[in-house]
């Protein structure tokens, strides 16, 4: 699944520039790889809708980082990947990577 961390006893409590580049980064490639794949022309106006949900998700998600709250930035970016990964799990988008997608 995408962003699936090690499991381990120690507590992660901070959101940090690493793990927020982290989640920048795949969604980023997510984003890249739906906007280039192939859409169903039946769903089209769907596919549109869900792509544009993640692009605003996105947005915030950059507005959150530079006013420095990144708990609302990480919690936005996540937003926006979810939004491309219903869309390819419901076959809006056809694209197979379970690197990025839960869709295998």
């Given at each position: 699944?995408?962003?699936k961390e090690e499991k381990?006893?120690?507590k992660i409590n901070i959101v940090c520039d690493k793990r927020l580049d982290k989640y920048f980064d795949i969604t980023g490639r997510a984003l890249e790889k739906v906007k280039s794949s192939e859409k169903d022309a039946e769903?089209?106006?769907e596919a549109a809708d869900f792509l544009d949900m993640a692009e605003r998700y996105i947005?915030?998600?950059?507005h959150f980082r530079e006013q420095g709250n990144y708990v609302?930035?990480?919690?936005?970016?996540n937003y926006a990947h979810a939004w491309l990964d219903a869309g390819v799990r419901i076959g809006l988008f056809k694209v197979k990577d379970s690197?990025?997608?839960a869709s295998d």
């Open positions: 699944m995408p962003g381990s006893d120690k769903r089209a106006k947005s915030d998600a950059k609302l930035a990480l919690a936005a970016v690197e990025l997608f």
